[in-house]
């Protein structure tokens, strides 16, 4: 099956440690790597545990001294290499993305996009880090603020985008100096696998960045996830995941008292104004609501329409949902693949028939998709769309993480702004509207991370990643981004 897969060489079953491929886990143990499309065994890989992930962090710690001592112009050149590398294979990166998460192609070579800018923009952030020097109080002193590398990070990521979610923890932590242990999804371990060879091939020395697989769960003291916590010696975590998790680790890293970020769940609000442009508005829900079949933590989770714009919004959106082609993401035209598991398929219909149960109407899909084989063993859902939606819902209260739009009421700005701050969640935000005091005001007053106003897409290197509230810690990207990856020194000289 992945035979489309060009250079061999990007295909390892194993994680990476010190450099070497680790291809048998230290009891012999493996997982499988499924085709959410078919349900086929795409990979077996070693199920590693706290050996493994022991032994990563040693190289990890090994190799600091040397790499964080190596100029910043030097590691910024192994990054570009990096970046190269990665687009001259971004053909072969994409069809190993496709089949171990399902995302049609044309997304993934659009994640390939971004995370390789994220890891040219982070090589040209490398040599930039500087410290200041302040105004002391007295004459008798010099003070001065440094700079470092925090040091041996972990990072811990998802399979909703096996690559974009390495490259921005990844690629500021090489910059800054640090190195990394890094635990992809057991969903997605290929395409991290993949963009390791591609390290390698840049330049990278080895240790600089380790790769260990397999479970994480933290309640059994043997897995990766509970030694990347629990190490003394790894100082920073980063993670992408669900809030669950991000709980657990945040608590446990208070153990070792070490740096975190955490971009966890979201329950993205639309609200759509009666002076909003209905056609863009339209556009920008279904985009961000069906980006990844849905599965994103900033797709749009619940859109509120004023009331005198209902109708026209509905339609509009109705329309557009039902020119999308749902199917397996490496045929040409899919706009739709599969969601991830079944229980991921589950939750979706599950809200959807909660929805209706409680009076929801169905614009469209609603179902299964008929798919001739092999895909009838696959997670597809088509693209769901319901009008009069309502706070008493699952899809208002949950993140449904499938391809599903509720549309919900409303009357006044006061209104929406409060549906859509009713949640434990605070990670992106969109509105429309081309008033201005009101789009100054709203923005102020929604209570998200990241706001998207009369705009969908708002991912980009160059702007701080995050939330507030249960949505997370810290920021990813940008110079923000950078910024969790150093330690700051404070250096005062007295002059005698
Ligand atoms: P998702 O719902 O996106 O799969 P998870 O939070 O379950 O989110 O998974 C995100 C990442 O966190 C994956 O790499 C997963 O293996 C890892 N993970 C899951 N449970 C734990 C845990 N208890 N400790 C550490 N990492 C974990």
């Not at 260990?212 to 897995?223: E, L, R």
């Not at 509970?226 to 709980?247: Q, Y």
């Not at 329309?319 to 199917?327: E, N, Q, R, W």
């Amino acid at each position: 099956v992945l035979s489309r897969v060009k250079d061999h060489g990007l295909l390892h079953t194993a994680g990476f440690i010190g450099g070497k491929w680790a291809d048998v886990a230290s009891d012999k143990s493996t997982f499988e790597v499924r085709n959410p499309a078919t349900g086929a065994v795409i990979a077996t890989m070693p199920r590693m545990r706290a050996d493994e992930t022991r032994a990563a962090i040693a190289a990890a710690h090994a190799v600091l001294p040397q790499w964080r001592l190596r100029p910043a112009k030097e590691r910024a050149a192994v990054l570009r290499r990096w970046h190269d590398l990665i687009q001259e294979h971004k053909a072969d990166i994409a069809a190993i993305m496709t089949l171990e998460c399902g995302k049609p192609t044309a997304e993934a070579l659009g994640e390939i996009a971004s995370g390789a800018a994220s890891v040219d923009w982070f090589a040209g952030e490398a040599v930039r880090v500087c410290g200041d020097v302040l105004e002391p109080p007295t004459r008798d002193r010099r003070m001065l603020v440094l700079k470092q590398p925090v040091g041996v990070v972990g990072a811990i990521t998802p399979w909703n985008f096996p690559m974009s979610m390495i490259t921005r923890k990844v690629a500021p932590a090489l910059a800054a100096g640090c190195t990394v242990v890094l635990k992809p999804a057991e969903l997605t371990p290929l395409t991290a696998v993949a963009l390791a060879e591609l390290a390698e091939r840049a330049g990278l020395p080895d240790g600089c960045l380790n790769i260990v697989m397999g479970d994480a769960a933290a309640i059994d003291m043997f897995y990766t996830g509970h030694e990347l916590v629990s190490s003394d010696t790894v100082r920073k975590l980063g993670f992408t995941g669900s809030t669950a998790v991000g709980r657990l680790l945040a608590s446990g890293a208070g153990n070792t008292v070490k740096r975190i970020s955490l971009e966890l769940g979201g329950n993205a609000p639309v609200i759509v104004f009666e002076d909003a442009d209905v056609e863009l508005a339209a556009k920008g829900i279904v985009a961000s609501a069906l980006r990844n079949a849905g599965q994103t933590c900033i797709c749009a989770n619940r859109v509120f329409v004023h009331d005198k714009v209902y109708g026209k919004v509905a339609e509009a959106v109705t329309s557009l949902t039902a020119k999308l082609k749902v199917g397996d993401g490496s045929e040409t035209g899919v706009t739709i693949g599969p969601l991830i598991t079944p229980a991921a398929l589950e939750k979706v219909t599950g809200h959807v028939a909660d929805a209706v149960s409680k009076g929801a109407k169905l614009l469209f899909g609603g179902a299964k998709p008929e798919l001739p084989q092999p895909l009838a063993g696959g997670n597809f859902f088509v693209p769901t769309v319901i009008a009069e939606a309502t706070i008493d819902m699952r899809c208002f209260k949950e993140e449904t993480f499938g391809p599903l739009i509720p549309l919900f009421r409303f009357q006044s700005d006061e209104e929406a702004v409060l549906l859509a701050n009713t949640t434990e969640y605070g990670l992106a935000a969109y509105f429309y509207t081309r008033d201005l005091a009101r789009a100054w005001r709203v923005a102020e007053e929604l209570e998200f991370g990241m706001i998207g106003l009369n705009e969908v897409a708002i991912t980009s290197e160059v702007a701080p990643f995050g939330g507030v509230k249960a949505s997370g810690l810290g920021r990813e990207q940008s110079k923000y981004g950078l910024a969790e990856f150093l330690d700051i020194k404070y250096v005062c000289m007295g002059l005698g």
